[in-house]
């Protein structure tokens, strides 16, 4: 195994090699430190989890459903009458299905295998930086992730972005063992079955850093150049069959009997795929998922369009992102910069170069996508990019501070300022938050820049006295909002970390309590269990007939719970309504199947009038709840959606009737 040539490098290196790690003693610390690591993540990301209620209701529902049906598990329906899908892939659901299956429904239930997943992503992402630079490094990233506010908040809420964030990482950890050419053809195989899986998570998102691995692996390993070509192919085929094997079963599955694919335009995941959550994710011409052409920038499938900036290379940083995933994003690109510069003598396949070129890429390639984007975007995507940060600057740091030459002071003295200089900055940005905070962490941060430039001249105390400065002064501006993320509730489409007060009409934030009844309530009938007031509607104009907006579960009222719930195993949905708005809170009162017609914004042409009207000849639907005003669907572009098509239908051939503040039509009377 080549490695970096020790002239290079001015102090000891941790083990390069798997066999090096092998042989290394761990010291007494290590163990205990890491469990610690662990058991204070854990509390973080479960520290009053159930004040979230049910968190995204969208999935919720959809999670509610396929804690009853197999099928609706399967294909990721969002009622368990498997009329549509979400308009993602169901992996990122299973674990939620089967703990609600496992321990019935409520917030717990829902967040906790969530909470789970972030502690695992810590713990693989310590492993991952300790192959490279030693314990140290690991725990110091992990603490990193741990301490990142959107981190707390995605580890902490019921989107996909958790799964996603766990098998990127485990990729890159995968990659590196492939790196080290000991049984590199597992690691590769593995490293392709996690961006398989994490294809049927998000779909092409996961992908987005392929070709930075691929690159780095065939620069990069110890192989000769046609073993590494085969390696990646062997990669490849993996991600082919890990993702593809779903993707077959629905696409020849018979359409008529399974789930509408909930965003596609023709009922088809490869079109959701390469459409609505491809490139049109990239150019702003979202097809699908209710949406006609353009950028869009109202409530969406698993959410409203961000509130970023527009984009370009400093989106990153704006107002809405920064405070999100920036806090440490200068430190990073100047800690790859200059190990970079350090390596840059070493041999092809040193690992210590590798590594940053691995995670470097990872992070540039997602950084560059989500900078200049112009489709859909939310502030809570960027948690793919804390795993990056967190390891570069990890890294980075033990590498710089093992030199202990000059240039390497200058650079970890720079790195702390910089980062101070720009908590300084986002610090400002909180109106009557953690202002006491911001000079404190300006003025130490620049002191302790200046006693590292100056640690090799000085007593070993006084540098490690400016070295625990330093973290204090990275680390309390995060660690601030990562707390206020912490103890906030969070519920809607389109949480932000951080002091977010309140919620506002996109779901941001919400209030201590929101959403979700105590565990065991929303079953069948849903009479027993409520919960305070949460939050969650889209933004947009709601249509359906004359009726209300529900908003959360409190909405439902006992008669409305009882009205629906009555003689609900006659039918295969209870009720339906126009869009996913009402839908998730009516379902996961009653914890019955409703129909969400044309899914979460009431344009999917799923079901056609004609299938509407057969479901009502049959019997399968027995009641039709009206919200908003006469028109039915969501205004948009001014277009006639099926939902505005069958909403027209009920409301001139049924009679209405009112429950408490909501219009009902029974489509099982008898009409003239």
């Given at each position: 195994?080549?490695?970096?040539?020790?002239?290079?490098?001015?102090?000891?290196?941790?083990?390069?090699?798997?066999?090096?790690?092998?042989?290394?003693?761990?010291?007494?610390?290590?163990?205990?430190?890491?469990?610690?690591?662990?058991?204070?993540?854990?509390?973080?990301?479960?520290?009053?989890?159930?004040?979230?209620?049910?968190?995204?209701?969208?999935?919720?529902?959809?999670?509610?459903?396929?804690?009853?049906?197999?099928?609706?598990?399967?294909?990721?329906?969002?009622?368990?009458?498997?009329?549509?899908?979400?308009?993602?892939?169901?992996?990122?659901?299973?674990?939620?299905?089967?703990?609600?299956?496992?321990?019935?429904?409520?917030?717990?239930?829902?967040?906790?295998?969530?909470?789970?997943?972030?502690?695992?992503?810590?713990?693989?992402?310590?492993?991952?930086?300790?192959?490279?630079?030693?314990?140290?490094?690991?725990?110091?990233a992990g603490a990193l992730l741990a301490l990142t506010p959107v981190a707390a908040l995605m580890f902490r809420f019921n989107n996909p972005d958790a799964l996603l964030t766990l098998l990127m990482v485990c990729a890159l950890y995968c990659?590196?063992?492939?790196?080290?050419?000991?049984?590199?053809?597992?690691?590769?195989?593995?490293?392709?079955?996690?961006?398989?899986?994490?294809?049927?998570?998000?779909?092409?998102?996961?992908?987005?850093?392929?070709?930075?691995?691929?690159?780095?692996?065939?620069?990069?390993?110890?192989?000769?150049?046609?073993?590494?070509?085969?390696?990646?192919?062997?990669?490849?085929?993996?991600?082919?069959?890990?993702?593809?094997?779903?993707?077959?079963?629905?696409?020849?599955?018979?359409?008529?009997?399974?789930?509408?694919?909930?965003?596609?335009?023709?009922?088809?995941?490869?079109?959701?795929?390469?459409?609505?959550?491809?490139?049109?994710?990239?150019?702003?011409?979202?097809?699908?998922?209710?949406?006609?052409?353009?950028?869009?920038?109202?409530?969406?499938?698993?959410?409203?369009?961000?509130?970023?900036?527009?984009?370009?290379?400093?989106?990153?940083?704006?107002?809405?992102?920064?405070?999100?995933?920036?806090?440490?994003?200068?430190?990073?690109?100047?800690?790859?910069?200059?190990?970079?510069?350090?390596?840059?003598?070493?041999?092809?396949?040193?690992?210590?170069?590798?590594?940053?070129?691995?995670?470097?890429?990872?992070?540039?390639?997602?950084?560059?996508?989500?900078?200049?984007?112009?489709?859909?975007?939310?502030?809570?995507?960027?948690?793919?990019?804390?795993?990056?940060?967190?390891?570069?600057?990890?890294?980075?740091?033990?590498?710089?501070w093992r030199l202990r030459g000059r240039a390497a002071a200058a650079a970890l003295a720079a790195t702390v300022a910089a980062t101070a200089v720009w908590a300084f900055v986002l610090l400002g940005r909180a109106e009557g938050w953690s202002?006491?905070?911001?000079?404190?962490?300006?003025?130490?941060?620049?002191?302790?820049?200046?006693?590292?430039?100056?640690?090799?001249?000085?007593?070993?105390?006084?540098?490690?006295?400016?070295?625990?400065?330093?973290?204090?002064?990275?680390?309390?501006?995060?660690?601030?909002?990562?707390?206020?993320?912490?103890?906030?509730?969070?519920?809607?489409?389109?949480?932000?970390?951080?002091?977010?007060?309140?919620?506002?009409?996109?779901g941001h934030g919400g209030p201590p309590g929101a959403g979700a009844p105590e565990s065991g309530a929303a079953q069948s009938g849903g009479q027993s269990g409520t919960a305070a007031s949460g939050q969650g509607a889209p933004s947009g104009?709601?249509?359906?007939?004359?009726?209300?907006?529900?908003?959360?579960?409190?909405?439902?009222?006992?008669?409305?719970?009882?009205?629906?719930?009555?003689?609900?195993?006659?039918?295969?949905?209870?009720?339906?309504?126009?869009?996913?708005?009402?839908?998730?809170?009516?379902?996961?009162?009653?914890?019955?199947?409703?129909?969400?017609?044309?899914?979460?914004?009431?344009?999917?042409?799923?079901?056609?009038?004609?299938?509407?009207?057969?479901?009502?000849?049959?019997?399968?639907?027995?009641?039709?709840?009206?919200?908003?005003?006469?028109?039915?669907?969501?205004?948009?572009?001014?277009?006639?959606?099926?939902?505005?098509?069958?909403?027209?239908?009920?409301?001139?051939?049924?009679?209405?009737?009112?429950?408490?503040?909501?219009?009902?039509?029974?489509?099982?009377?008898?009409?003239?």
């Open positions: 195994m080549t490695t970096l040539n020790p002239s290079v490098l001015e102090g000891p290196l941790p083990p390069r090699t798997a066999e090096d790690v092998g042989r290394a003693a761990r010291p007494s610390w290590e163990r205990p430190a890491f469990w610690a690591l662990l058991c204070i993540a854990a509390v973080a990301f479960l520290w009053d989890l159930g004040a979230s209620g049910f968190g995204n209701e969208f999935y919720a529902a959809a999670t509610q459903a396929g804690g009853e049906s197999w099928k609706a598990a399967f294909f990721g329906a969002s009622d368990a009458g498997n009329s549509i899908t979400v308009d993602k892939p169901p992996v990122a659901l299973w674990p939620m299905d089967i703990s609600v299956r496992l321990f019935g429904l409520g917030s717990w239930q829902i967040l906790v295998p969530e909470a789970l997943m972030g502690v695992a992503t810590v713990g693989v992402l310590y492993a991952a930086v300790r192959r490279l630079y030693g314990p140290a490094a690991g725990l110091l990659f590196q063992r492939a790196l080290e050419g000991n049984r590199a053809v597992r690691w590769m195989v593995l490293t392709g079955v996690c961006f398989g899986l994490a294809f049927l998570v998000k779909t092409l998102q996961a992908w987005l850093i392929l070709p930075a691995l691929t690159l780095v692996y065939l620069v990069c390993a110890a192989q000769p150049l046609g073993r590494r070509i085969g390696h990646v192919l062997l990669a490849g085929a993996a991600i082919v069959v890990s993702s593809g094997w779903w993707v077959a079963i629905v696409e020849l599955w018979p359409a008529d009997s399974r789930p509408y694919v909930g965003g596609s335009t023709n009922n088809s995941f490869l079109d959701l795929t390469l459409g609505y959550n491809g490139l049109g994710r990239l150019t702003g011409e979202e097809k699908g998922g209710g949406v006609g052409g353009g950028s869009s920038t109202s409530g969406m499938p698993g959410g409203a369009g961000g509130r970023g900036e527009a984009g370009g290379i400093t989106r990153m940083f704006d107002s809405a992102l920064g405070s999100q995933i920036s806090w440490l994003l200068p430190a990073a690109l100047i800690l790859l910069v200059a190990a970079l510069v350090v390596t840059r003598r070493a041999a092809r396949t040193d690992l210590h170069r590798a590594g940053f070129l691995a995670w470097g890429g990872a992070l540039l390639c997602t950084a560059v996508t989500f900078s200049f984007m112009s489709g859909i975007f939310h502030e809570y995507y960027t948690v793919a990019l804390a795993p990056y940060i967190a390891a570069l600057v990890a890294m980075g740091t033990v590498l710089l202002s006491p905070l911001r000079w404190p962490v300006l003025v130490v941060g620049v002191l302790a820049a200046a006693g590292i430039a100056l640690a090799r001249f000085l007593p070993r105390r006084l540098a490690l006295g400016a070295t625990g400065l330093a973290l204090a002064a990275v680390l309390a501006g995060p660690a601030s909002y990562t707390w206020a993320t912490v103890t906030t509730a969070h519920t809607g489409q389109t949480p932000l970390a951080g002091p977010v007060s309140g919620a506002d009409a996109q104009t709601a249509k359906g007939g004359s009726g209300s907006r529900l908003g959360s579960v409190d909405a439902v009222t006992p008669q409305l719970r009882a009205t629906l719930a009555a003689d609900a195993s006659a039918y295969t949905w209870v009720a339906a309504t126009v869009a996913s708005d009402n839908q998730t809170w009516l379902q996961l009162a009653v914890g019955e199947p409703v129909m969400p017609i044309g899914d979460f914004s009431g344009g999917d042409p799923a079901p056609t009038l004609a299938q509407f009207k057969q479901y009502v000849a049959d019997g399968k639907i027995h009641y039709f709840v009206a919200q908003g005003d006469e028109d039915g669907g969501f205004s948009r572009d001014g277009t006639d959606t099926t939902g505005s098509q069958i909403s027209a239908w009920v409301t001139t051939t049924f009679t209405p009737q009112t429950v408490g503040s909501t219009t009902l039509y029974d489509l099982t009377a008898v009409t003239g």
